[in-house]
């Protein structure tokens, strides 16, 4: 089985591919130039065998976002240079986090950091699109893309669904794009700040363990999900999550949690 990594940085990417070279262990190499250089770091693929090898306990050399089964691209990199902006409030995205979809086990989830700040963004974005969530009280837009679900907060994006890693690229850099185009256009929006549209119920459901324990105090996992998309419930009630064997959940659980504003506190959001 294959695995693949990417690096928030290129510099993390080098110094692993020179690690790779001097054990002699075969590997391939993912590119984001030219169309998505601006959005993340070269990606790696290589065997389960060769990744035991390269990560052992004695090597510190390099800082990795973590690894994913590899899944060959639908897509390619697009063969073009990325647009520039005279008023860039987004940056460039390091991907920080790459791990496997709590969702949908057959896609990928990623988080990444950008350099820039997208805060005084969301109002006019809320207005533009009116299919996205914003939650004003914690600067959090929530939207679907297609299959994906995308969370922006000031300065990171989670991205939820993502197919493979080239598509994770390329939602990355659609966002920048976006962010970008809607800044440059502001003077001809007028921002809202008003929760127009939640995402749905089902995709708080995915998020929780179905154990159906009832120690949420509701029958069901299912009727827990629909008590928070309501904002009736807070996550933390979610014992196996918060406190129990499920605690990998908690971080995606608490990010669409924060799209819809049902989290206890703007401190709460902090924590994902």
Known sequence: METVTTFPKVEEFERARIRLDSLHLP????LPKPAYHLVGAP??????EVRAVLCAKDSNEFVYSGWVDYMASQIQVP???PPGYVEDVFGYAS????????ADSAKIRLIAHISGDMAEV???????????CYNRNVSIVTFMDGHRMVVLYPRR???????????GWRTLEMIRCLINDIWTRRSSIEPSYQMRKKPPALEIYKRLPGTNCKA?????????????WQGQKV???CKPVFEGNFVHLKDALLEICAGLGVLESASEANRI
């Open 216 to 228: 949420c105090g509701e029958k069901s996992c299912m009727l827990f999900a629909l008590q928070l």
């Open 43 to 48: 990606a790696l693929v290589m065997e389960q």
């Open 79 to 81: 063969d073009i240079t």
């Open 27 to 30: 590997y391939r190499v993912i």
């Open 157 to 167: 994006i989670a991205v939820a669904k993502a197919d493979d890693i080239i598509d």
């Open 235 to 237: 996550p933390s009630l």
């Open 95 to 102: 991907i920080m986090v790459l791990a496997p979809c709590i």
């Open 122 to 132: 969301f109002p006019y974005l809320n207005s533009d699109m009116p299919q996205v």
